[in-house]
């Protein structure tokens, strides 16, 4: 079992739908929460982060962790055309200070 | 603020042969982490430089072998190319103390073996 899962989609939306991306894991340890757009054949963009438990919203952008299921999501509301990417889900022990990833979910939101 | 930025961006090499890829932090960071990302995948965790020194190493060979230079920039090094070395390798920067919650990447070198 990876310590970071994460469905590869791909998922298609409608423009201005909202989009639910998810991942689990199963170190307990883990206790930063990453997610990171990748657009193609560019490098990892940090979206938002979450410590520990809990919700964090950045403009379109919200981000949940819920470490007693071992399940963080993203939702992005208004979902644009420009917000097609992959996305990917990334953990860190805080000691460790290395990230473990998930594969990413490759998006496409169609104007 | 050029952020983090790495070169060549993409590279063709033949098998058996050795790679230099290079990366500059982002001004202010002293900690850099190299990751591979083969297409379709995520990035996994090659080893982590801090001080000049290899801090952290994910599970890769010992053909993977890295640098950090008093400036704070990085090379990675990989001898005797393999096909699956095939992928795009992607710098992160960062602070020391923060590290996690604000790695900084740049776009990454795309090598492809042949």
């Known amino acids: 079992q990876k310590e970071v899962e994460q469905d590869p989609g791909p998922l298609s939306v409608p423009e201005g739908a909202i989009v639910s991306l998810n991942c689990t894991y199963s170190?307990?340890?883990?206790?930063?929460f990453m997610w990171y757009r990748q657009y193609s054949r560019k490098g990892p963009e940090l979206l938002m982060y979450?410590?520990s438990s809990g919700n964090k919203e950045d403009g379109r952008f919200t981000a949940q962790v819920d470490k007693s299921s071992k399940y963080i999501s993203l939702f992005i509301r208004d979902s644009q055309p420009s917000d097609s990417a992959t996305y990917l889900c990334?953990?860190?022990?805080?000691?460790?200070?290395?990230?473990?990833w998930g594969l990413g979910t490759s998006l496409a939101v169609n104007p | 603020d050029a952020g983090v930025t790495q070169s060549p961006t993409h590279l063709i090499k033949t098998r058996g042969q050795q790679v230099t890829l290079r990366c500059s932090p982002k001004?202010?960071?002293?900690?850099v982490s190299w990751y591979q990302q083969a297409l379709g995948q995520g990035p996994q965790f090659i080893f982590q430089?801090?001080?000049?020194?290899?801090?952290q190493r994910g599970n890769f060979p010992d053909r993977f072998s890295g640098h950090q230079f008093p400036n704070y920039s990085s090379e990675l090094n990989v001898n005797a190319l393999l096909l699956g070395d095939s992928a795009l390798y992607l710098c992160?920067?960062?602070?020391?103390?923060?590290?996690?919650?604000?790695?900084?990447f740049g776009q990454g070198t795309r090598l492809t073996v042949v």
């Open positions: 992160a920067s960062s602070l020391r103390e923060v590290w996690g919650t604000e790695a900084f």
């Open positions: 001004s202010g960071h002293d900690t």
């Open positions: 430089y801090y001080e000049e020194e290899e801090r």
């Open positions: 170190n307990s340890a883990f206790q930063y």
């Open positions: 979450t410590y």
């Open positions: 990334a953990m860190d022990a805080g000691n460790n200070r290395k990230l473990i």
